[in-house]
């Protein structure tokens, strides 16, 4: 027995029989299995049923035979419907035009809004996210991944701690969380000035208190620097200790550098592949063909598509293929030696504090060994030694 | 001869306990309420209205009536009807036993 719904797909008719030999007629039927059903009598000698539209050409003899006549009254299915939809093709256009312009507007961006920023970061970030091309009207799928707006906003506004990037249906929200910096402080409170490094001390230059060292000394970690008590004896005060005390500090350092390096960059050549994903299947449609590059490395990009509240099994997939080259870098020992100082001294610098000099240095080792010339570098370097120490006063 | 055929089935029909409507050919008829009647195993339809469905059974025919009758589907050896049954009556042809 066929399912009414396999039937609506291949399309029914409704027929009445009418003839002396309606149940011959049936009978009839039955024999020569053309599907019926739904038998209603309505009349005398009239029934009524449903005829499967592909068992309608069969009913002919039948009808012959049995001496009955044979009237459509309605024609109902999927058949049918599609020539209904035929003779109305506006209706139809209009229909498939509105599915299709709400699902161009589902991916697209319809507002932006930011959350918990002060005006002027609020400004501010408006015009990172345009220059993002983040605006009313974009399409969500060639705009970067969220993940990648976040970090480029992120870098953008310093004056915000966090920055969280969320797309929600068509709205862009950021969530804003603003650095709040603590008040700058006035040493105010009564202090000493002691050392924080094992140092000589190079120059001094005391604005308040009472120096306790001059040029030259050799000074401990922790030792006194400059006073807080200031006046005479007997008359003493306690003030706030100010200034900067200048030490020689020497640093020693190891660095070492492989003669030969690999080396791989972008040449710039790249191919950018587009595809749609259904299902995980993937349809390419742009950027067909082979690469060419001997070594590539791949950027993916996917998006996915959205219909009103639903996102949809389709992705779109973009993939940008960047050629790569590799390339032997080859030092002789004299550019290793170079190389290896510069780089020694880089990372010194990164440790030290902003205002630090580096008076001189000494190379006070040099091996090359097993392809790789390994330096011990002796480095003297002038740098604040002051650090804050407070008094505290006892009663 | 066809007696002793039948006389056969219905010897084994017993001892072998085999339902009856197999190795008989007999109908078998399945009510839901007074709403459905599924009829198996019939020999076609002799009269159909609103009040009264005959069929042909392999022995004698079957009465159904009631009102609103619709055949809901109809297959060589089956039949669904729906309505307001009211009775289901066995007609026998002449000497038949009673069922």
Request: charged fraction near 30%.
């Amino acid at each position: 027995m066929k399912n009414s719904w396999t039937n609506t797909f291949s399309g029914f008719t409704r027929i009445k029989v009418v003839g002396k030999y309606t149940e011959l007629f049936l009978n009839r039927c039955i024999h020569e299995k053309v599907s019926i059903w739904h038998i209603r009598r309505v009349g005398e000698e009239t029934i009524v049923c449903y005829v499967a539209l592909e068992d309608v050409k069969r009913i002919r003899p039948i009808v012959k035979e049995t001496k009955v006549k044979v009237y459509f009254i309605e024609r109902k299915g999927v058949p049918f419907l599609f020539k209904k939809m035929i003779s109305r093709a506006g209706f139809v256009a209009g229909m498939v035009a509105f599915v299709a312009i709400l699902f161009i507007l589902s991916n697209m961006v319809w507002n932006i809004s930011i959350e918990g920023a002060s005006p002027k970061i609020e400004h501010e970030l408006k015009q990172a996210v345009d220059e993002l091309g983040i605006k009313r009207g974009k399409f969500h799928f060639l705009l970067p991944s969220v993940e990648d707006i976040q970090m480029k906003v992120s870098e953008k506004i310093d004056e915000a701690t966090w920055i969280g990037v969320t797309l929600n249906g068509t709205t862009f929200h950021f969530n804003v969380v603003e650095q709040t910096f603590p008040e700058k402080q006035e040493p105010i409170s009564p202090r000493h000035l002691v050392s924080k490094k094992k140092a000589i001390i190079y120059d001094i230059f005391v604005e308040q208190g009472q120096p306790k060292v001059t040029p030259n000394d050799f000074v401990e970690k922790g030792d006194m620097l400059v006073s807080g008590f200031i006046g005479k004896e007997g008359k003493m005060e306690i003030a706030p200790a100010k200034g900067k005390i200048l030490g020689e500090i020497w640093y020693k350092s190891n660095v070492s550098i492989p003669l030969v390096t690999e080396f791989s960059t972008f040449t710039g050549e790249k191919k950018t592949k587009h595809s749609f994903s259904i299902f995980n299947f993937s349809i390419p449609f742009w950027g067909l063909g082979k690469i060419e590059f001997n070594e590539y490395e791949t950027n993916e990009e996917r998006h996915r598509l959205n219909f009103l509240n639903w996102s949809l099994p389709i992705e779109y997939h973009r993939e940008v293929i960047l050629e790569k080259e590799t390339f032997v870098r080859e030092y002789s020992e004299e550019e290793a030696v170079d190389t290896a100082t510069l780089m020694a001294k880089e990372e010194l610098m990164k440790k030290l504090d902003e205002d630090a000099v580096i008076k001189g240095e000494n190379v006070l080792h040099q091996t090359n060994e097993n392809g790789k010339v390994t330096l011990m570098i002796h480095y003297q370097v002038i740098e604040d030694i002051a650090k804050s120490q407070p008094i505290i006063q006892g009663d | 001869m066809r007696k002793i055929n039948k006389m056969v089935r219905k010897w084994m029909t017993d001892k072998m306990e085999l339902p009856a409507d197999v190795t008989m050919d007999l109908p078998r008829i399945t009510m839901i309420g007074q709403l459905h009647i599924y009829i198996e195993n019939h020999r076609g339809v002799l009269k159909f209205s609103n009040q009264e469905l005959r069929l042909l059974l392999e022995q004698g025919q079957l009465l159904i009536k009631g009102n609103h009758f619709v055949i809901k589907t109809i297959l060589p050896e089956e039949l669904l009807l729906e309505g307001v049954i009211d009775q289901v009556i066995y007609i026998n042809e002449g000497e038949q036993k009673k069922r």
